[in-house]
């Protein structure tokens, strides 16, 4: 089994700072992508931001020049350091990863169960 465990989260005044990390453990062979995703209430899961194994880095345009996302892969982490956070950012934030458990399996999707930040005015 796979299990992604997320912590930081928060509440925290506008213009403040919040780190998020989400841990990936169990059985794991190979993390191809790992994301963060943010839910607001009514609105739709969106994705914040990504990492590919090579590196690559997507961010929403709205977090572009606030946030920044991390990889270590040794520890099958990422982490997510907000800055300048805005009452918009307040949502309920998930982790997200694609991966595959054994050598020449498909990739799968797995998610944490969420933390939530918000960001007061």
């Known amino acids: 089994q796979v299990q992604l465990v997320e912590s930081g989260g928060g509440m925290v005044q506008a213009g403040g700072s919040l780190r998020l990390s989400c841990a990936a453990s169990?059985?794991?062979?190979?993390?191809?992508?790992m994301a963060w995703y943010r839910q607001a209430p009514g609105k739709q899961r969106e994705l914040v931001a990504l990492?590919?194994?090579?590196?690559?880095?997507n961010y929403v345009d709205s977090v572009k020049g606030r946030f920044t996302v991390a990889r270590d892969n040794p520890k099958n982490t990422v982490y997510l350091q907000m800055n300048s956070l805005k009452p918009e950012d307040t949502a309920v934030y998930y982790c997200?990863?694609?991966?595959?458990?054994?050598?020449?399996?498909?990739?799968?999707?797995?998610w944490g169960q969420g933390t939530q930040v918000t960001v007061s005015s």
């Open positions: 997200n990863a694609v991966l595959s458990t054994t050598y020449g399996s498909s990739a799968s999707n797995y």
């Open positions: 169990g059985n794991i062979f190979r993390i191809n992508v």
């Open positions: 990492i590919f194994n090579s590196g690559t880095i």
